[in-house]
């Protein structure tokens, strides 16, 4: 999925899992939320897919507190919520069908920031969906080493998302068929 800076990416990223869910298919990963406060934003949180947990991923500024904490941007990112969706999405990747991944980006792109989970991400029996801003498609594609994508949904056309989900959720079959063969003949 891919768009543009305050496009909408997150909430259709949230559409998506939860329409992938109505299906039957379990999804895991992590989905990025602005905090604002009086309309502007001063943070992001991060938040599990399908379950309670969320930290606060980073704030405005860009002074980091303590060795936990790096500077990007215009934020500062805490290295403990990264290292925490990072578990979630590990622990998503041994049962979900499909796995998350939002705001990939200038970060990851850096080998920073969730570029670990995506690399383990990408290494498990799930389909994965990257949200990615725009302006940084080809740096992450270059980054992982992507291939075109199954399916591609832009936040600005919300009306493909019955296609994109469709791909989406083949796609998940089709890796349940293609596991199930090779682990009955290990």
């Not at 992982?144 to 296609?163: K, Q, S, T, V």
Request: aromatic content about 4%; charged content about 25%.
């Amino acid at each position: 999925m891919i768009g543009r800076r305050a496009s909408g990416k997150s909430s259709l990223a949230a559409r998506v899992a939860a329409t992938l869910g109505e299906r039957g298919l379990a999804v895991g990963g992590v989905i990025q939320d602005a905090v604002e406060e009086d309309g502007t934003c001063v943070g992001i949180r991060v938040r599990r897919i399908g379950g309670d947990e969320h930290a606060l991923l980073a704030r405005l500024g860009s002074a980091p507190r303590d060795g936990n904490e790096q500077a990007f941007c215009s934020f500062v990112f805490d290295n403990r919520a990264f290292a925490a969706a990072r578990d979630w999405i590990a622990a998503d990747a041994s049962s979900a069908a499909v796995l998350i991944i939002d705001e990939v980006s200038k970060l990851e792109a850096a080998r920073s920031g969730h570029c670990e989970a995506v690399e383990r991400a990408l290494a498990a029996a799930a389909v994965v969906v990257l949200v990615v801003r725009a302006e940084e498609l080809s740096a992450v594609m270059e980054r992982f080493a992507l291939d075109e994508p199954i399916a591609a949904l832009d936040a600005g056309e919300e009306a493909g998302i019955d296609g994109f989900v469709a791909a989406i959720a083949a796609a998940a079959q089709e890796v349940r068929r293609t596991n199930g063969r090779s682990q009955a003949r290990s």
